[in-house]
């Protein structure tokens, strides 16, 4: 059974830097598509960036030129670093697997992590 972990949340003021990290782990041989969610208060989840296994990257039009999203296929691991953090960039941050196999040949798909809380405030 595929496991996503996230870490890296935290408390930050606004204009500072987070880096979230989402480890797979699991019998895992390959990933397809990864990426970042989040969710405030009150709010539907909502899309934050994706990367393709190809290193492919799509981001949200709010965080365009803020954050970075990359990957570690060898680690199998999903990064979000994110700079100049704005008060409502606050949410919980969710890491997605979109599909992926197994060392075993079956497939996996639509795995989420935990979640993380990023909290940007003065």
């Known amino acids: 059974q595929v496991q996503l972990v996230e870490s890296g949340g935290g408390l930050v003021q606004p204009g500072g830097s987070l880096r979230l990290s989402c480890a797979a782990s699991?019998?895992?041989?390959?990933?397809?598509?990864m990426g970042w969610y989040r969710q405030a208060p009150e709010k539907q989840r909502e899309l934050v960036a994706t990367i393709t296994s190809n290193e492919s990257t799509n981001y949200a039009d709010s965080v365009k030129g803020r954050f970075t999203i990359s990957r570690d296929n060898a680690k199998n691991t999903v990064y979000l670093q994110m700079n100049r953090l704005k008060p409502e960039d606050t949410a919980v941050y969710y890491c997605?697997?979109?599909?992926?196999?197994?060392?075993?040949?079956?497939?996996?798909?639509?795995?989420w992590g935990q979640g993380t809380q990023v909290t940007v405030s003065s």
């Open positions: 997605h697997a979109d599909s992926g196999r197994y060392h075993s040949g079956a497939y996996f798909r639509d795995i």
């Open positions: 699991g019998s895992i041989f390959s990933i397809n598509g």
